[in-house]
């Protein structure tokens, strides 16, 4: 990013932040001013961003989360599939890295292979509402009440919320159809929800895992690999992100606001 993106100049390890990271699992960038949600246009007022961030090869929900939170493309971290494995070379994860820096860590998700995104004992919250046995929609506001109402009794330093109704309504109907910028819709209310309990202390971004067309994903087509990312906070400027960005850039960027150096291993550049 560009100078002008750093209002009061870059970051220091010294800063006191927190931050509200939430990934709208499937949801392409070029649906979003489709969905008619107000909340979209508030977030290209507000946030620095860019509709054309790319996501990692193969384009599937779990080798994506690895790469996000270990900053490192699928080939590193192992994970090619939906299904886990233990690393052999192991990366240290986001929520890893933080915990060593006495940063409490909250995770809410509706999605059980999101699990192993973190080490055992690494968070200090950990809620999950299954999207298959309770309903999607209801799985979505589940989560996000829950992470709402953490938020706002205890306040822990970084909070993922997982959004997964998007992804599943997409396999079923297909991606950029009415039921699923319905889902979109859906995900922004809980969002909004979030966000109303937000103290003014917290960053937020918003981002996606992968894209999808027809009924699926996990292509090299731009449908699968083109992902939003939206950064608000006092260290954003409003304004489209000049440059490339990568889903291996948040978790770099999340370090940042926090205080926090990256590891070694990480490959993502911080955006702030």
């Known amino acids: 990013m560009g100078e002008n993106f750093f209002p009061e100049g870059r970051l220091n390890f010294g800063m006191r932040n927190k931050v509200l990271m939430v990934l709208v699992d499937g949801m392409r960038p070029d649906a979003l001013p489709l969905c008619g949600h107000p909340l979209f246009s508030r977030l290209t007022e507000e946030s620095a961003y860019t509709l054309s ?3 990692v090869f193969p384009s599937v929900t779990l080798p994506c989360h690895m790469s996000l939170f270990h900053s490192v ?13 233990p690393q052999v070379r192991p990366v240290k994860g986001l929520f890893d890295v ?23 004992g690494a968070l200090s919250y950990s809620y999950f509402a299954s999207l298959h046995t309770l309903g999607l929609a209801k799985a979505n506001d589940l989560v ?43 995900s922004f209310d809980c969002i909004e929800r979030v966000l109303r309990v937000l103290p003014e202390d917290y960053s937020f971004l918003l981002t996606a895992d992968h894209g999808g067309h027809d009924r699926c994903h996990g292509t090299d087509m731009p449908e699968d690999m083109t992902i939003p990312v939206f950064l608000r906070g006092k260290a954003f ?5 000049p440059g490339p960005v990568s889903i291996l850039d948040l978790a770099p960027t999340v370090a940042a606001l926090l205080g926090v150096p990256a590891d070694d291993d990480w490959e993502g550049k911080p955006l702030c």
């Open 98 to 120: 933080l915990h060593l820096y006495k940063k409490r860590c909250a995770m809410f998700y509706n999605w059980e292979e999101l699990r192993d995104l973190s080490r055992p």
């Open 144 to 186: 996000a009440d829950a992470c709402a109402q953490v938020i706002a009794s205890d306040a822990p330093d970084c909070v993922f919320l997982y959004l997964g109704y998007t992804d599943e309504q997409a396999h079923l109907t297909g991606w950029m159809g009415e039921e699923y910028l319905a889902s979109i819709r859906q």
């Open 73 to 85: 493309e699928p080939e590193r971290h192992g994970i090619l599939t939906n299904l886990y494995v």
């Open 53 to 55: 961030a790319r996501t």
């Open 237 to 241: 400027a409003p304004g489209v992100i």
